[in-house]
């Protein structure tokens, strides 16, 4: 099994719905984060979590939220999609070390 | 607040050719400097890392980088290209000051010709 799943893989929603984009990891890091991908633009911060009961905005938190479950669970959900979120999502994980991170395989996220 | 900037978005290059991408950062503190590979429909794989130590840091499938504070800079390279390295490659500072967060550049993707 992967060290940092994501769940779907893909994902085709409408304008408007909700829908949530979910990430576990065995890694055992205490850190995960979201983050989008866009071509040029490289990857963006949305949210990061340094441990169960710490929540972060990134750098383009708006349209988004996030919630940690439990260590090893951080999800990502847009509340009212819209066309512009339309890209490719990476959850990530990290050690407090600062080693780097570990990245899932990503889901590509289409709004119509 | 960090940044990081990769010169050119696409690089085409022979197979057996040098391969040479470029990075550039900006951090108020010493960094952390990573350089990470994506394949097609693949999440990002470390290449490699420099943290502290010798400057000159060597990753997987061939590739190295060499810090260098008075420029700001770190540049990857691989002497000769093989079919395989076509990629898409993303340079990245830690913020150190902020629990080591990474900044991603915009990523440069490497074309190789027969």
């Known amino acids: 099994d992967a060290d940092v799943t994501q769940t779907p893989r893909n994902r085709i929603t409408k304008t408007g719905k909700r829908i949530m984009l979910e990430c576990s990891q065995t890694?055992?890091?205490?850190?995960m984060y979201w983050y989008r991908q866009d071509p040029g633009l490289g990857l963006r911060l949305i949210y990061y979590?340094?441990?169960?009961?710490?929540?972060n905005k990134g750098e383009i938190s708006d349209g988004y939220s996030v919630s940690r479950q439990a260590q090893a669970k951080f999800s990502l959900s847009l509340e009212s999609a819209i066309p512009n979120q339309t890209a490719l999502y990476f959850c990530?994980?990290?050690?407090?070390?600062?080693?780097?991170?570990?990245f899932g395989s990503g889901t590509r996220l289409t709004v119509v | 607040a960090q940044s990081v900037t990769q010169l050119g978005s696409h690089v085409s290059v022979s197979e057996g050719a040098l391969v040479l991408l470029r990075c550039n950062y900006s951090?108020?503190?010493?960094?952390?400097l990573f350089w990470y590979v994506q394949y097609p429909n693949q999440g990002l794989q470390l290449l490699l890392k420099?943290?502290?130590?010798?400057?000159l840091v060597k990753g997987i499938n061939g590739f190295e980088a060499e810090f260098k504070k008075s420029e700001t800079s770190f540049h990857l390279t691989k002497p000769s290209a093989h079919m395989s390295d076509a990629a898409e490659y993303f340079c990245?500072?830690?913020?150190?000051?902020?629990?080591?967060?990474?900044?991603f550049g915009g990523g440069t993707r490497v074309l190789v010709k027969p």
């Open positions: 990245a500072v830690s913020d150190r000051a902020a629990g080591n967060k990474l900044t």
């Open positions: 990530a994980t990290s050690a407090r070390t600062g080693g780097g991170y570990t």
């Open positions: 951090s108020s503190v010493p960094p952390y």
């Open positions: 979590s340094f441990d169960v009961k710490d929540i």
């Open positions: 890694k055992g890091h205490d850190r």
């Open positions: 420099y943290t502290t130590g010798a400057t």
